[in-house]
């Protein structure tokens, strides 16, 4: 095979081409063939139907020409009988080339002898003998049907023949036809094999799986490309490397200044070094709230730093104590906005990583609080699909909807949507994906529910613990 691409399409596109070209030259030289033979049969019709026709007419004109000289005993009519008798028998004679005339051919030559006798007899000798006329014009007739007869016989041989070669033709267009397919899905295969195992690699690398080891076979700009796709998982595995490095140092490093920012702005609120101003107690409050805020990005660094890295555990986990956790530490947010919240838990239990459901929990209320209207709802409610189905836990509020362009990227990391935050403190974008990570994780998903349009709800799935076969105890 080629190791060239381009060679590869050369020589795929001349191979393919070769069949169809040996089939046009083949159908060209049959079709030709039968042309010129049509050609030929029918030129041959025509000059022995003509020849027989005027062999007919020929014998009226000798039968009349003898009788006339009978009566005038001309010699000018007598020398016009000899011609008329010459012209027939070099008729016959050209007739009798092209046709199997049979004993009726030798029978009409013997007669020409006696009809040749017959212009050197007397006048009374030929009134007695001009009856001759009479079989040989019946001979001649049958002579003309006779022609005829072949002459259909010939161009039914000829349709056979124009049959048989519309057969072979047929044949010859399978044949061929087939080999110029093969060829061609021999081609395809041996290009889009490689192509196939690219685009398998290709998806391998956005999905963050290792590309198969296999080696690349096909032409040499494949194999180079798929060396290059190679090199660039390495790079892209170096890269996230270093960006998990960079994020554990960077919250670590961040954790131990804000420390000091925080014990700072308490010992000022609490008027350690003295009363402050008005005007002081409220940059005091300014510095513990956006110290808050600094915390709280951290740690969900933090957290997606940890989801990458740390191992899963899975049991039955109960997720009614997880889920007061969390909304207690959401309580004066869900107390200032007068939420409604409504919890109704199943009593089966998912098997999931605990420290990683609550991450789940947490950053799923912590959303719906802080996008959920003033005097709205917070719905949670878990149920199992069936007997021996998956655990589904639902988080939903009521709230802004979230808009059709942003539905496929919200789970995305750092990316926020355009709604309205409506919490304290501005987010960071990663909360989701902290999520959605967490549930991919254990085995789970976690989607948008598009099917409810009064609130905006996210559904976590997971493994049902009896799913294992184990029962509850």
Not at 111 to 123: E, F, G, H
Request: net charge negative; glycine share 6%.
């Amino acid at each position: 095979m080629p190791r060239s691409l381009l060679r590869l399409v050369l020589v795929a596109f001349t191979l393919v081409l070769l069949p169809l070209i040996l089939l046009v030259i083949q159908n060209g030289r049959s079709l030709g063939g039968v042309i010129l033979s049509a050609q030929a049969g029918v030129e041959s019709a025509v000059v022995d139907t003509r020849r027989a026709t005027d062999m007919n007419d020929l014998a009226l004109e000798m039968e009349r020409a003898i009788r006339r000289y009978a009566v005038l005993e001309s010699p000018e009519i007598r020398l016009s009988y000899l011609r008329l008798l010459e012209r027939y028998r070099l008729e016959l004679e050209q007739l009798l080339l092209s046709i199997d005339g049979g004993e009726l051919g030798t029978s009409l030559q013997h007669q020409l002898l006696y009809l040749v006798d017959l212009a050197q007899a007397s006048s009374d000798e030929i009134r007695d003998r001009v009856v001759i006329f009479n079989a040989f014009s019946g001979a001649t007739l049958a002579l003309d049907e006779l022609t005829r007869s072949q002459i259909d016989e010939r161009i039914q041989q000829e349709r056979d023949h124009v049959m048989l070669i519309r057969q072979q033709l047929w044949l010859w267009s399978a044949a061929l036809g087939g080999a110029s397919l093969l060829l061609a899905l021999l081609f395809t295969y041996l290009i889009i094999r490689p192509v196939r195992q690219l685009e398998k690699r290709i998806l391998n690398l956005g999905a963050g799986d290792a590309p198969e080891n296999k080696p690349i076979r096909g032409p040499a700009e494949l194999v180079a490309l798929g060396d290059k796709l190679q090199w660039l998982h390495l790079r892209l595995r170096e890269l996230e490397a270093q960006k998990l490095q960079f994020l554990r140092h960077l919250s670590h490093e961040l954790k131990t200044p804000l420390a000091s920012l925080r014990e700072g702005a308490d010992l000022l609120l609490e008027c350690v070094t003295g009363p402050l101003t008005e005007e002081q107690e409220e940059i005091c409050e300014l510095l513990v709230s956006n110290s808050f805020r600094l915390q709280e990005l951290i740690e969900q660094l933090l957290d997606y730093n940890r989801i990458q890295q740390v191992q899963v555990y899975e049991e039955p986990v109960v997720v009614g104590p997880l889920l007061e956790q969390s909304l207690a530490a959401h309580k004066l947010t869900i107390e200032n906005k007068n939420l409604q919240v409504s919890v109704a838990l199943s009593d089966e239990r998912p098997l999931a990583d605990s420290h990683r459901l609550k991450l789940v929990l947490d950053n799923l209320i912590s959303n719906a609080v802080n996008y959920a209207d003033v005097d709205g709802v917070l719905q949670i409610t878990s149920q199992p699909l069936g007997p021996s189905a998956e655990y589904v836990l639902t988080v939903a509020n009521t709230g802004q909807a979230i808009p059709e362009q942003d539905k496929d990227r919200i789970f995305e990391p750092f990316v926020q949507g355009n709604q309205v935050r409506k919490g304290v403190l501005k987010g960071s974008g990663i909360g989701l994906s902290i999520a959605r990570e967490a549930a991919l994780s254990m085995g789970g998903r976690l989607i948008l529910d598009t099917k409810i349009t009064a609130l905006v709800c996210f559904e976590l799935s997971l493994p049902n613990y009896n799913d294992k076969g184990i029962t509850h105890e």
